[in-house]
């Protein structure tokens, strides 16, 4: 059975840094690409970054210099890393792991965690 199992959210004051995980299970971590996605009350879900096998990052604009993905396969791990958070990242983020073969394939995903940016 695949579990994606986030920890990390949390409320931050705008400025600070948060730092969340995706623990993997029932998979065999190193050969997903994997990413975060977040989506805010009333917004459409956002693709904030992702990575691939070999560690290719690519972010959204909104974040990209501010937040860092990275993936630790022996831990079987993925993180983000936020840094100089804004109240516009408040939103419930989600990880997903990928792996498809042309259009054979399967995506799984974690239960959300939620960040919230506020004073």
């Known amino acids: 059975q695949v579990q994606l199992v986030e920890s990390g959210g949390g409320l931050v004051q705008p400025g600070g840094s948060l730092r969340l995980s995706c623990a993997a299970s029932g998979i065999i971590f190193s050969i997903y690409n994997m990413g975060w996605y977040r989506q805010a009350p009333g917004k459409q879900r956002e693709l904030v970054a992702t990575?691939?096998?070999?560690?290719?990052?690519n972010y959204s604009d909104s974040v990209k210099g501010r937040f860092t993905i990275s993936r630790d396969n022996v831990k079987n791990t993925l993180y983000l890393q936020m840094n100089s958070l804004k109240p516009e990242d408040t939103a419930v983020y989600y990880c997903y792991v990928s792996r498809f073969i042309g259009t054979t394939g399967r995506t799984y995903w974690g239960q959300g965690t939620q960040v919230t940016v506020s004073s």
């Open positions: 990575i691939t096998t070999n560690s290719s990052t």
